[in-house]
């Protein structure tokens, strides 16, 4: 019976002191990821930015040039237009680079989030292009009934299907102005309209029976397309176009933050970054560093209020 006891003793110690280590290793892992003591925006604690086709020159440039004046950045990739914003909330991300003021409108009424843009970058004008194995070479070569591709996401596909009415492709029933979808599109438009996902917009003109596309600038290369082959594109002046101001953004809490406004500021007067973001568009770009932090919190706050009102 003593030897029982003590058998139990035994593993009750040997199971406590794994126990123990568990939790002791937790404890210095937990530490260790949230005491970085080294100050944000240094060569060991850089600020993590998360952008669309790091490839692009403009990110390079802009890395190179912030070192140069201390401030160091670590860019993280992405290939599509859903994973920044919830990785920005979570904290794996300091700051993105890669939406416009109503696609952040859209995601924080739909996520209940309060993501904010710190700083203007550019407008980059949507364009659409015929497919390069067909027989399209401007807007009045496309037929009735022609088969057209827009993305599917809400914000660029309203964008899509503003163009296209301009154009004299299609009419939209929905009179709510700039919240139409496909289903949106009248019988008697001229062309037939599929949206997919953004990111698939450029491949589907590899199918013959697509005509052309409404693709975003970030995947006009995956085909070897230049943004210059866009046979029409939306205008880029105007207050309506202030929506598709793209933005640096961060969290709510973090939007004061010093390193965070230093990095934004080099990039709006940075003329070398400024130029390869120009380059990278093909000469699409339209550069806008005027509106301040303040100034564009309170257009995302009226577009979230617009989009809620319409929803």
């Known amino acids: 019976m003593v030897g029982i006891v003590k058998k139990i003793r035994k593993g009750l110690g040997i199971a406590l002191s794994v126990t123990l280590v568990g939790v002791f290793s937790i404890a210095v892992s937990a530490c260790g ?19 669309v086709k790091a ?7 802009l890395k190179t040039d912030l070192e140069k004046d201390g401030i160091y950045i670590e860019l993280k990739n992405f ?14 991300l300091d700051i993105n680079a890669f939406q416009h003021l109503d696609y952040l409108a859209g995601y924080n009424n739909d996520s209940h989030e309060t993501l904010v843009p710190i700083g203007a970058k550019a407008i980059f004008p949507i364009g659409f292009y015929a497919n390069p194995n067909g027989s399209v070479k401007a807007v ?15 914000t660029n596909g309203n964008r899509a299907l503003l163009l ?3 154009l004299g492709l299609i009419k939209l029933t929905n009179k ?9 599109i009248d019988k ?4 037939k309209v599929t949206a997919v996902d953004p990111a698939q917009t450029a491949h589907s003109l590899s199918d013959p029976s697509i005509v052309a596309a409404v693709i975003n600038n970030d995947y006009t290369k995956d085909i070897g397309l230049k943004t210059t082959d866009a046979i029409a594109r939306e205008k880029s002046d105007g207050d309506f176009v202030k929506r598709y101001t793209n933005v640096w953004v961060t969290r709510k809490a973090d939007a004061e933050k010093e390193i965070y406004k230093k990095i934004v500021k080099h990039a709006s007067e940075d003329k070398k970054y400024l ?14 560093t005027k509106y301040t932090a303040k100034e564009l919190q309170d257009i995302l706050q009226k577009l979230q209020d617009e989009k809620k009102a319409n929803a």
């Open 33 to 51: 990821k949230s005491n970085n003591s080294a100050e944000k925006g240094t060569k060991d604690n850089p600020v993590v930015l998360g952008v």
């Open 55 to 61: 490839s692009d020159s403009q990110w390079d440039i």
């Open 79 to 92: 290939t599509d237009y859903t994973s920044e914003n919830p990785a920005t909330v979570r904290g794996e």
């Open 140 to 154: 009045s070569d496309i037929h009735e009934g022609a088969h057209i591709v827009v993305p599917n996401d809400e």
């Open 164 to 166: 296209l009415e301009e």
């Open 176 to 184: 709510k102005g700039t919240y139409s979808t496909v289903q949106d």
């Open 188 to 191: 008697t438009s001229k062309v």
């Open 275 to 288: 130029d390869a973001v120009q380059a990278d568009s093909s000469g699409t770009a339209v550069i806008v």
